[in-house]
Nanobody
Framework: QVQLVESGGGLVQAGGSLRLSCAASRLTFSRYTMGWFRQAPGKEREFVAAVSWNGGDTYYADSVKGRFTIARDNSRNTAYLQMNSLKPEDTAVYYC??????????????????WGQGTQVTVSS
């Protein structure tokens, strides 16, 4: 059974940084586009960023562009989300997800086959 396990969440002050990791197992990691989504209390789960199968292409939501960086290490079956200049509105549960298609960087939740359980990020003002 495919597993995606997020880590690295926590409590940070506004302006601070965190790096999230997503460790994948039981899938051929390099065949998947990897994405990060987030869900704040009372809100829909929203797209944050995606990275292509080889790390060569990335795509970001406007709200995080210039502050967040998505990356991957296929030798470690791990995807990352470096979050800088964090704001209170970044507070959410962050989820990583895997999309079987190598041809797209999708912001659509339904395009992702596998999901992690999420990690909480809280940014205090």
């Amino acid at each position: 059974q495919v597993q995606l396990v997020e880590s690295g969440g926590g409590l940070v002050q506004a302006g601070g940084s965190l790096r999230l990791s997503c460790a994948a197992s039981r899938l051929t990691f390099s065949r998947y586009t990897m994405g990060w989504f987030r869900q704040a209390p009372g809100k829909e789960r929203e797209f944050v960023a995606a990275v292509s199968w080889n790390g060569g292409d990335t795509y970001y939501a406007d709200s995080v562009k210039g502050r967040f960086t998505i990356a991957r290490d296929n030798s470690r079956n791990t995807a990352y989300l470096q979050m800088n200049s964090l704001k209170p509105e970044d507070t959410a549960v962050y989820y990583c997800a895997a999309d079987r298609s190598k041809q797209r960087l999708s912001p659509i939740r339904a395009d992702y086959e596998y999901w992690g359980q999420g990690t909480q990020v809280t940014v205090s003002s």
